[in-house]
């Protein structure tokens, strides 16, 4: 008896049905308890000088001495924090803030328009200059501080506020093109040309196009050079002298000299010193890494 088949019910028969759901058994990955330790080890050797710090600075001084410096405190004083702050905190602090925005935002205004001519230069020269900033991350700043004095002097900038400012837009700019130019790599070549064909110019494309694609990478530098100046001791020591022209890393030096026996008092103004680098950090901390990892995926 022959049976006719359909070409409907051959269609059927021959489409293939969902595939079988294969649980996997056994396949979890263990977890890493080596590593889960050690991050934990290494959470608390950074939280815990964190901790004493804090806590110490709301200690009395004969509290400090006579308590566990690692319990909490019971009678919290803020007598500490006012005792730096009428002792010339307020200079020093806003000395710290003019040079450290000062060299903050002409290294990024340099490094961005240099970064971008060695990125998206023709000449074999320009390109050529990527080596020179590269040159400069070789250069030890301990190596450089009396010909540095010596061109402060000469040029009448000793003890000055600017004596400051330009010996750390120099030795930021290297590292900062760096930066910038690996970040510059990976915006799309077609965004270029397209701009190019509607007859854009260089000031227009780097204003803007690369000026807002370029922001994580903007944020990761200003955050990076700024804390190297805020934190800068070297510099201060040797081109500055008068006490109207401490910054904070010197401050901190000289309370620790005047209030030798007051250590809550100098923890303190140590606080109040990382304030603000840290308000930097966690306002810009979703930037910081894709910054920093720009072109080395490639």
Known sequence: MAVTVTAGERSVRQRPGP??????????????VLAGLGGFVWLAVIILPIYF?????????????STNPLVPPTDITFD???LVLQSGFGLYFLNSVI????????????????????????GRFVRSTFSVFLLGLAIPTHATIIPLYYMITRTHLYDS?????????????PITVLILANFMRDIPNELFESMR??????WRILWNLVLPLARPAL????????????????????????ADKRVLPMALWTFQSEFTVNVPGVLAAVVLST????????????????????????
Do not use: C, E
């Open 19 to 32: 595939a079988p759901v294969r649980r996997s058994r056994g396949l979890r990955r263990p977890p890493n």
């Open 80 to 82: 500490n924090y006012l």
């Open 161 to 173: 506020l600017a004596a400051l400012v330009l010996p750390s837009i120099g030795f930021a700019v």
């Open 53 to 65: 710090v804090v806590i110490s600075s709301l200690r009395s001084q004969a509290g400090f001495f």
């Open 275 to 298: 304030l603000p680098m840290l308000a930097a950090y966690v306002l810009g901390r979703r930037h910081l890494v894709r910054g920093l990892t720009a072109g080395f995926g490639k």
């Open 197 to 202: 064909l509607d007859g854009a110019g260089d």
């Open 219 to 242: 944020v990761t530098v200003a955050i990076y050079d700024g804390l190297h100046v805020w934190n800068g001791f070297l510099f201060p020591l040797i081109l500055t002298q008068s």
């Open 99 to 122: 040079i450290t925005v000062s060299a903050v935002a002409a290294t990024v205004a340099i490094s961005l328009m240099a970064a971008y001519a060695v990125v998206r230069g023709n």
